[in-house]
């Protein structure tokens, strides 16, 4: 490498930003924080360039914030520090308010305890009067009286995309909300939601009506009755089907808008619904639209699959920072 030329490591590609034709606005992880790059360059990558002249420095840029409500994994693996990690890793600031503390391992939940709905309010009330915020992620709830709170908190900011994961269960099986939790998630928290983001369980569990005899319904109907009950867009995650291929099935109003399918990974992973609705929220936050956003958290989301590790003696946990691991040899690219 001349004295001359810089190695930046490009972390995101912000095609919404670039005002100069044939170039592109890039995140960078060191300075410049912002940069620009000829379209069309690989992504992720890191590049050697000559000089680059700071487009802003790191003390002008405001990354763009989004605010979490989940509970706290200790183990890293899911939960509030699983959407801390993959909120910095994709450029933005995580504002976290804690719903719940959890005794877990890499295995499984041992006990959960919710935070008192009143500190859940205060916690997120003192940050929204401070920063805005580009986006709202839920995860674990914790109790009735949280999804009332947090629900209460949502209907003051209607024109912030909200993405909910509905955390239901572990993927061992133990139980994270009971039946008078869902109906409040339903009845408070569909109707504000942009995204909702239920793996294929989850949606037959939400859309269940007990109405209806033997009710069986199809991931299509879950999706649709979801849509009927106030949120925007479902995107259906296919890991538990036992197709060949993962498939995730973006609908909304009138139906499927995309089907992306993924390569199966063989391992059992903690953190991925986590880390894929953190990735939309990040990116929504970041200024794509929302078919681009599910996309690429997707694709994201994959790669910290693809490069997941086992730490402990229980599931593989997705590696966010995996882009910053990669041997610096490889990535060199111009
Ligand atoms: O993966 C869903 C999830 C979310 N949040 C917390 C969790 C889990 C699963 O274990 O513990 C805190």
């Known amino acids: ?34 940069l620009l790059l000829p379209a069309l360059s690989p992504f992720p990558g890191t590049y050697l360039m000559s000089n680059p002249a700071p487009i802003l420095s790191r003390q002008d840029l405001v990354p763009p914030i989004v605010l979490t409500f989940a509970g706290s994994d200790p183990s890293g693996g899911a939960g509030l520090q ?31 305890l919710a935070i008192d709905a009143n500190w859940v309010s205060d916690q997120a009330r003192a940050l929204l009067e401070d920063m805005p915020v580009a986006a709202f992620k839920i995860g674990l709830l914790g109790s009735v009286e ?3 709170a947090i629900a209460e908190i949502l209907s003051d900011y209607p ?21 008078k939790m869902i109906v409040a998630l339903s009845e408070l928290l569909l109707p504000q939601t942009t995204i909702l983001t239920p793996n294929s369980l ?17 991931l299509a109907e879950c999706a649709r009755r979801l ?32 089907a992306d399918s993924w390569e199966r990974l063989p391992g059992s992973y903690h953190g991925s619904g986590c880390t894929l609705a953190s990735a939309i929220a990040a990116n ?11 996309r690429d958290a997707q694709e994201y989301t994959w790669q910290a699959l693809a490069n997941g590790f086992r730490p402990g003696m229980g599931q593989y946990l997705p590696d966010r920072f995996f882009w910053a691991r990669e041997a610096e040899q490889d990535d060199v690219q111009a």
């Open 202 to 218: 989850e949606a037959r569990r939400l859309a269940q009506d007990d109405d209806i005899e033997d009710d069986d319904p199809d």
């Open 146 to 148: 949280n999804i009332a």
């Open 159 to 179: 024109q912030i995309p909200l993405i909910l994961d509905p955390v239901l269960s572990t993927g061992r099986g133990d139980e994270l909300a009971n039946e």
């Open 227 to 258: 849509i009927d009950s106030g949120a925007e867009y479902v995107l259906v995650t296919g890991t538990h089907e036992t197709t060949p291929k993962v498939t995730n099935t973006l609908y909304r109003e009138g139906g499927t808008v995309r």
């Open 1 to 34: 490498m001349s004295k001359l030329q810089f190695s930046v490591k490009i972390v995101k590609i912000l095609p919404q930003l670039s005002q100069q034709p044939g170039f592109v606005l890039a995140r960078s992880s060191g300075q410049p924080a912002i």
């Open 82 to 112: 699983a959407d801390i990690m993959t909120l910095s890793s994709m450029g933005c600031h995580p504002l976290s308010v804690v719903t719940a503390i959890t005794v877990q391992d890499s295995a499984g939940v041992e006990d959960v």
């Open 284 to 294: 929504l936050a970041n200024g794509l639209d929302i078919e681009d956003a599910v």
